[in-house]
C-alpha cells in the first residue's frame, strides 16, 4: 500500500503539500518523495511490494519530464513488461507501476480500461503541461479530490491530506479518469451488455475458475503474504484456495471478542483443514473504546456498519504489523455485493436483486472496501481482494439474476455449490452469512451501543438536527459516531452517500439497525 497525492497549481508551497500528506504516511512508511513540476506537485509514500529495491521508487519520471505516482498493483505486468520491451522500451526497476508512463505514451487514456489492476494515479504529461487523475474500476484503491482557494485542483489517497487545503473534498469516482478539468467514465464494472444465460453447472465452473485465478494474481509480492481468515464462507474459500496455489501453510489471522468470540471457532476449523499457521487474536470492550476516536479518524467515514465493522479487523492488523513480518493480505470483501447479503433474501423479484447489487457495487468504495483499505494501510499493510477481480465481477454481475436470487434455501448457493468438494469443511462451505461485526462477538456492537447510551441523554435528537445538512443520525451511536467524525471532518460528511442500511423498501427490510441480526431470517447465522 502506498500514499499519493498531487496538486494542479503552484500557489500552495510546497511545505504545506508536504504537511498534509504526512496524515497518510502509515500507507507508505519506507520512503517519501516530493516532484515538483512547473505547474504542479506530485507527492509519493512508499510502500515497497513489488520491486523493493530503491529504483522503483515513484514518482517514475519520463525524459520528457513527464511523471506518474501511483498506489496499486498492475496483475499480469511482467508478460505486459516483455511485449513493452519488444517495442524498444526499457526499465530500470521491478515496479509494475513502471510500466505506466509508456503505456500512457502508446496509448493515452484508452489505457485505463486495459489495465487488470487495482490502482489509484495521478499522471503528469509534459508534452501538454497537464494532469491526468484514474481510479480503477471498483475503487479498491482510494483517491479524494478537492479544489483549492484559488480553484486548482488537489488529488490525494485519503481525505485526511487534504483538510484544510480544499474546501468541499469528495471520493474520486471509481472507473473515471480526470482530464482538462473533466472527469470521465472509461469503465462501468456494473454494466451488463448482455446477459448470461449459461446453465447453472457452467456458471458454477465459470465462477470457481475465475477465483481461483483472481486469488492467484494477488499471490504474487516480493514480500511475506498473510490471510485474514474469519471462519466465514468468503475469506475461508480465499484461504483454502491460496493454500493449495501454494502447496504449503499459509498465515492465518482471525479476531474475536474475548467474551463471545463467534468467528474464532469456525476459522480454527478452517485452519485445521488447510493446515495454515494459525493465530488467533482476542480484543475487549475495552480495546474496542480506547480505538474508536482513533478508528473514524482513520476511516474518515461516520456509517454504523463499516465503524463497528472495522474495530475487529484494525486491531488485528494492528497485531499483524507488530507481531510479523507480513506485508500484504488478501481478504474476502466483495462477495456479498456479488451473490447477496442476508437482506437480499427479501428481494422481491430478480430485477430488484440485480438493481440492488449494481448499487452496492457502485458504493463499495465508500463502505466495505474502504474499511478494508484503512484498517490495512493504517497497519502499514497492503490489501488484495480476489472477489474484487475485474474479470470475476463482470462475470458474475452479468449471470442472470434469477441464478443469483435465494431460490435454493440457501444464500449464496452459487459460490458454495461452485467449492463443493474437499476445498473446504461442510460446517464452513454452509454457514450461514454472520455479520463480521456481529461475528467478532455479539458483545462488540452492543458494547459501541451501550457506550453511545451513556453519553446522550433523552435529548439526543436536538443534538443530532446539528447535522441535517446530509445523513442525519438516527441513533445514539449514528450520533457518537457523527460527532467524532465532525471533529476531525467538519462539514464534510457528504463524503459518504449515506448510512449503509438494508433496502427499507423491501418488504422484511424496514429495521432501524444495520446489523442482519435484526433481520427475521437471521436464524442461527451467528451461532
Not at 503539500?17 to 516530493?34: C, H, I, Q, V, Y
Not at 463497528?308 to 486491531?315: I, K, N, Q, V
Not at 458504493?363 to 477481480?389: K, Q, T
Request: glycine share 8%; with cysteine; aromatic share 10%.
Amino acid at each position: 500500500m502506498c500514499a499519493i497525492m498531487g496538486y494542479t497549481g503552484t500557489d500552495i508551497p510546497v511545505t504545506r503539500l508536504e504537511k498534509g500528506f504526512a496524515a497518510a504516511r502509515s500507507r507508505g512508511p519506507d520512503e517519501s518523495r516530493t516532484l515538483e513540476m512547473p505547474t504542479g506537485t506530485l507527492l509519493f509514500h512508499r510502500l515497497s511490494i513489488m520491486g523493493v529495491h530503491p529504483e522503483g521508487m515513484q514518482p517514475f519520471t519520463a525524459p520528457d519530464g513527464s511523471a506518474v505516482a501511483c498506489n496499486g498493483e498492475i496483475y499480469g505486468f511482467r508478460k505486459l513488461k516483455r511485449e513493452l520491451e519488444g517495442r524498444g522500451w526499457r526499465f530500470a526497476s521491478g515496479s509494475d507501476c513502471e510500466l505506466l508512463l509508456p503505456l500512457w505514451r502508446e496509448r493515452g487514456t484508452e489505457m485505463f480500461a486495459g489495465l487488470d489492476a487495482e490502482f489509484a494515479l495521478i499522471l503528469y504529461d509534459a508534452p501538454s503541461d497537464s494532469f491526468v487523475a484514474a481510479r480503477d474500476p471498483i475503487g479498491i484503491r482510494p483517491l479524494y479530490y478537492g479544489y483549492s482557494a484559488s480553484g486548482h485542483i488537489l488529488f490525494a489517497s485519503e481525505p485526511r491530506c487534504l483538510l484544510g487545503l480544499a474546501g468541499s473534498i469528495k471520493p474520486f469516482p471509481p472507473g473515471h479518469y480526470y482530464k482538462d478539468g473533466e472527469f470521465v467514465c472509461y469503465r462501468d464494472i456494473t454494466r451488463v451488455d448482455e446477459v448470461c444465460t449459461d446453465d447453472l453447472e457452467t456458471v458454477c465452473r465459470n465462477i470457481r475458475e475465475k477465483l481461483i485465478l483472481g486469488v492467484e494474481k494477488r499471490l504474487d509480492a516480493d514480500v511475506p503474504v498473510g490471510f485474514l481468515l474469519s471462519g466465514g464462507l468468503d475469506s475461508s474459500l480465499v484461504c483454502a484456495i491460496a493454500s493449495r496455489l501454494l502447496n504449503r501453510p499459509i498465515e492465518t489471522y482471525a479476531v474475536g471478542m474475548s467474551a463471545d468470540a463467534i468467528d474464532l471457532k469456525y476459522a480454527r476449523q478452517a485452519a485445521d483443514h488447510i493446515g495454515s499457521n494459525h493465530h488467533e487474536i482476542h480484543i475487549t470492550g475495552r480495546d474496542v473504546l480506547d480505538a474508536l476516536e482513533e478508528v473514524i479518524y482513520i476511516l474518515g467515514t461516520y456509517d454504523i456498519t463499516t465503524i463497528r465493522a472495522s474495530m475487529g479487523m484494525y486491531l488485528v492488523c494492528r497485531a499483524i504489523h507488530e507481531r510479523s513480518d507480513i506485508r500484504v493480505l488478501l481478504t474476502g470483501e466483495i462477495s456479498d455485493e456479488l451473490f447477496g447479503y442476508k437482506y437480499t433474501d427479501f428481494a422481491p423479484s430478480p430485477a430488484a436483486f440485480q438493481a440492488e447489487s449494481v448499487k452496492r457495487v457502485r458504493e463499495l468504495h465508500m463502505y466495505d472496501v474502504l474499511r478494508a483499505d484503512r484498517c490495512i494501510s493504517a497497519n502499514s499493510l497492503e490489501a488484495r481482494v480476489p472477489f474484487g477481480d475485474l474479470d470475476f465481477v463482470q462475470y458474475v454481475m452479468a449471470v442472470d439474476p434469477a441464478k443469483k436470487v435465494n431460490v435454493y434455501n440457501k444464500g449464496k448457493y452459487l459460490l458454495r455449490h461452485a467449492f463443493e468438494g474437499d476445498c473446504l469443511p461442510r460446517t464452513i462451505l454452509q454457514r450461514e452469512k454472520a455479520a463480521f461485526s456481529d461475528a467478532v462477538g455479539h458483545s462488540l456492537a452492543d458494547d459501541l451501543k451501550a457506550h453511545a447510551e451513556r453519553i446522550y441523554g433523552e435529548d439526543w435528537k436536538a443534538a443530532a438536527e446539528r447535522y441535517s445538512y446530509h445523513a442525519r443520525p438516527f441513533t445514539k451511536e449514528s450520533l457518537l459516531y457523527r460527532e467524532i467524525f465532525e471533529k476531525y471532518y467538519p462539514g464534510q460528511a457528504e463524503m459518504v452517500a449515506d448510512f449503509w442500511m438494508p433496502n427499507r423498501a423491501w418488504a422484511g427490510c424496514d429495521v432501524d439497525d444495520p446489523s442482519a441480526r435484526v433481520l427475521s431470517n437471521y436464524g442461527a447465522s451467528g451461532e
